[in-house]
């Protein structure tokens, strides 16, 4: 429990990041509809001592969670030694992973013996078929569902152990359903809120993104019920990891189609390329790739961070961007700034004895 009140304390206290998204790589065993990831592929992929310095770097920004993503990272045939480099430091070490056939117990049971704290594995519905067609792969929710009971039978112990749903129009009416499925199960339901591709990059002016994953397609009228079984869960202390001002923003943004706010990604959060470049988020890629640029896997990062012209791209590019629901760089900004979200994350510490996002 000590690392997680710790780092949710230094955010609160000296802003410092509580979120690093470290894309170990681009690869990916599925095509899932909602995700641009495997249309990007720059840059390779670091080497281990390289994985040192980010981790040597991450220390000294005094970063809290490191979660190991991509892709898919337990595709890396080094995954067990990269969680070993990220452990000793004292980090809250996550993979996120989408459990497939390659997510075996031995390799699971590896990474938690190096030091794994958490892990989330996505899960978006609980039609297997409806599953498969999501993700463009087959026996996708067999998978995924034998990779969350063993960790959660054998390892939630060690951290958190959490279903990744993509909250969408495929999944909406879905929803209380799921929380329902999880709670039951002992794991925690961790929604991501869909609002565009995961990775494309996000201007204003952008082109709408339409299709069968937009949640502003639902007819406002239909969704109310559905929010008030969220909320009911909420309040029965229900394993969600969402936070009630998080949850008023997915109203809005069903509602209205609006998901502007006060983003400090880059700052409180930010993603790391697979080649060590910092991108403020994961919808901001291209920025990590125009100079001035910040590469983890230099020790001289921290002065190419604090370089002013660096960020003022960050800046300028976050100014450029029309919003998102994505927890991972919200939550951060609401935990050091809102005093009722601070109350609920300090209420879920003693529940669960863990202090979350």
Same mark, same amino acid.
């Given at each position: 429990? =000590?690392?997680?009140?710790?780092?949710?304390?230094?955010?609160?206290?000296?802003?410092?990041?509580?979120?690093?998204?470290?894309?170990?790589?681009?690869?990916?065993?599925?095509?899932?509809?909602?995700?641009?990831?495997?249309?990007?592929?720059?840059?390779?992929?670091?080497?281990?001592?390289?994985?040192?310095?980010?981790?040597?770097?991450?220390?000294?920004?005094?970063?809290?969670?490191?979660?190991?993503?991509?892709?898919?990272?337990?595709?890396?045939?080094?995954?067990?030694?990269?969680?070993?480099?990220?452990?000793?430091?004292?980090?809250?070490?996550?993979?996120?992973?989408?459990?497939?056939?390659?997510?075996?117990?031995?390799?699971?049971?590896?990474?938690?013996?190096?030091?794994?704290?958490?892990?989330?594995?996505?899960?978006?519905?609980?039609?297997?078929?409806?599953?498969?067609?999501?993700?463009?792969?087959?026996?996708?929710?067999?998978?995924?569902?034998?990779?969350?009971? =063993?960790?959660?039978?054998?390892?939630?112990?060690?951290?958190?152990?959490?279903?990744?749903?993509?909250?969408?129009?495929?999944?909406?009416?879905?929803?209380?359903?799921?929380?329902? =499925?999880?709670?039951?199960?002992?794991?925690? =339901?961790?929604?991501?809120?869909?609002?565009?591709?995961?990775?494309?990059?996000?201007?204003?002016?952008?082109?709408?993104?339409?299709?069968?994953?937009?949640?502003?397609?639902?007819?406002?009228?239909?969704?109310?019920?559905?929010?008030?079984?969220?909320?009911?869960?909420?309040?029965?202390?229900?394993?969600?990891?969402?936070?009630?001002?998080?949850?008023?923003?997915?109203?809005?943004?069903?509602?209205?189609?609006?998901?502007?706010?006060?983003?400090?990604?880059?700052?409180?959060?930010?993603?790391?390329?697979?080649?060590?470049?910092?991108?403020?988020?994961?919808?901001?890629?291209?920025?990590?790739?125009?100079?001035?640029?910040?590469?983890?896997?230099?020790?001289?990062?921290?002065?190419?961070?604090?370089?002013?012209?660096?960020?003022?791209?960050?800046?300028?590019?976050?100014?450029?961007?029309?919003?998102?629901?994505?927890?991972?760089?919200?939550?951060?900004?609401?935990?050091?700034?809102?005093?009722?979200?601070?109350?609920?994350?300090?209420?879920?510490?003693?529940?669960?004895?863990?202090?979350?996002?």
């Amino acid at each position: 429990m =000590f690392k997680y009140v710790k780092g949710a304390l230094g955010s609160i206290l000296f802003t410092n990041p509580l979120n690093a998204r470290l894309w170990l790589t681009y690869k990916c065993n599925y095509a899932c509809g909602m995700c641009d990831i495997r249309n990007i592929g720059r840059g390779g992929e670091m080497s281990l001592e390289e994985l040192e310095v980010v981790a040597w770097n991450l220390k000294r920004m005094g970063a809290s969670q490191i979660i190991l993503t991509g892709g898919e990272p337990l595709l890396r045939s080094d995954i067990v030694d990269i969680v070993k480099i990220f452990a000793p430091h004292g980090f809250v070490t996550r993979i996120q992973t989408n459990g497939g056939p390659h997510a075996t117990e031995d390799l699971l049971s590896k990474c938690y013996d190096a030091g794994l704290d958490d892990i989330s594995i996505s899960i978006d519905t609980l039609d297997a078929e409806k599953q498969d067609r999501i993700c463009g792969s087959k026996d996708v929710l067999k998978n995924a569902m034998r990779v969350l009971k =063993f960790c959660k039978n054998n390892y939630s112990h060690k951290g958190v152990v959490a279903a990744d749903i993509v909250i969408s129009a495929q999944n909406f009416f879905e929803l209380p359903e799921l929380m329902e =499925f999880t709670n039951s199960l002992g794991v925690f =339901f961790n929604p991501c809120i869909l609002t565009r591709l995961f990775s494309r990059p996000s201007e204003h002016g952008e082109k709408k993104y339409v299709s069968s994953f937009d949640l502003t397609r639902l007819n406002p009228g239909d969704v109310e019920e559905i929010f008030r079984s969220i909320e009911e869960y909420i309040k029965k202390d229900y394993k969600i990891l969402m936070s009630s001002r998080m949850l008023s923003d997915l109203k809005h943004y069903v509602k209205t189609g609006e998901y502007r706010w006060g983003c400090m990604a880059g700052l409180l959060s930010f993603d790391i390329m697979p080649s060590g470049e910092l991108s403020p988020c994961c919808d901001t890629i291209d920025a990590a790739f125009e100079k001035p640029i910040a590469n983890f896997k230099y020790k001289d990062f921290l002065t190419q961070y604090r370089n002013e012209e660096f960020q003022k791209k960050c800046e300028d590019r976050r100014e450029r961007c029309p919003g998102c629901l994505y927890a991972c760089y919200r939550d951060p900004k609401y935990l050091v700034s809102d005093f009722f979200v601070q109350l609920e994350a300090l209420h879920k510490s003693i529940k669960f004895r863990k202090v979350f996002k």
